[in-house]
């Protein structure tokens, strides 16, 4: 049980492009899902935290205009990279916290790539 | 503000061997802590939880221990392997003045094992 999926696993595109990537929890209701970001050889940083229903919650430095988060059902949260550039390209990791734990459960991440 | 300290941040072992990694967080109000691994350009694969309630967790060749009152936790792993070569992350679990909830991850520690 409590399974996170990502879609796509990986995706190229070109600058000036947005790109969409989901995340499912496949067997649980997520009250909260957050996106992370990894940079290659670094640790993962919290990008936002999401509630089903309301607006993301957005880490210092990451721009909300940019990296938009919509949480629209409790198995079900998109993050859109908006006009793409190549510092966006990053490993994009989504978890999914159930109702009743504080633990989080990880996507496998999705491989962004901008040209 | 949550900080989280991995040592060693590189490590290299014989096969064999049974080694030590360290975590370390400033905040001991956690949820939990978890301990990953990270295989390259890969996702998040889930080795031990500890709830904050817990002094320990042992999965096969892993244990982790959790000591809140002094901010450490460490994962023993026994007779390594070379399929052992990994990142391995910690990952705390509390909470912030701003978030209900947030998982702040340390640096990780790079495991080589060699044959």
């Known amino acids: 049980g409590a399974v996170v999926s990502q879609h796509p696993s990986w995706v190229i595109c070109k600058s000036g492009t947005s790109v969409k990537i989901e995340c499912r929890s496949l067997?649980?209701?997520?009250?909260?899902m957050f996106w992370y970001r990894q940079f290659p050889k670094q640790s993962l940083m919290l990008m936002a935290t999401?509630?089903?229903?309301?607006?993301?919650?957005?880490e210092q430095g990451v721009e909300k205009d940019k990296f938009l988060i919509n949480h629209a059902s409790l198995t079900l949260s998109t993050l859109t990279v908006t006009s793409a550039h190549p510092e966006d390209s990053s490993f994009y990791i989504c978890s999914a916290r159930p109702f009743t734990t504080y633990e989080q459960y990880f996507g496998p991440g999705t491989r962004l790539t901008v040209t | 503000k949550q900080e989280v300290t991995q040592i060693p941040a590189a490590l290299s072992v014989p096969e064999g061997e049974n080694l030590v990694l360290n975590c370390s967080f400033t905040?001991?109000?956690?949820?939990?802590l978890q301990w990953f691994r990270q295989d390259p350009g890969k996702g998040l694969t889930s080795l031990l939880l500890?709830?904050?309630?817990?002094r320990e967790q042992t999965s096969g060749r892993l244990n982790a221990s959790l000591d809140k009152s002094s901010g450490r936790s460490t994962l023993y792993i026994a007779a390594s392997q070379p399929g052992d070569s990994a990142t391995y992350l910690c990952?705390?679990?509390?909470?912030?003045?701003?978030?209900?909830?947030?998982?702040?991850f340390g640096p990780g520690t790079s495991l080589s094992v060699i044959p």
């Open positions: 990952a705390v679990g509390g909470r912030t003045e701003t978030s209900y909830d947030k998982v702040i």
């Open positions: 905040d001991s109000a956690i949820y939990n």
């Open positions: 500890i709830q904050s309630s817990q």
């Open positions: 067997d649980f209701q997520a009250t909260t």
């Open positions: 999401s509630n089903e229903g309301s607006k993301a919650t957005y």
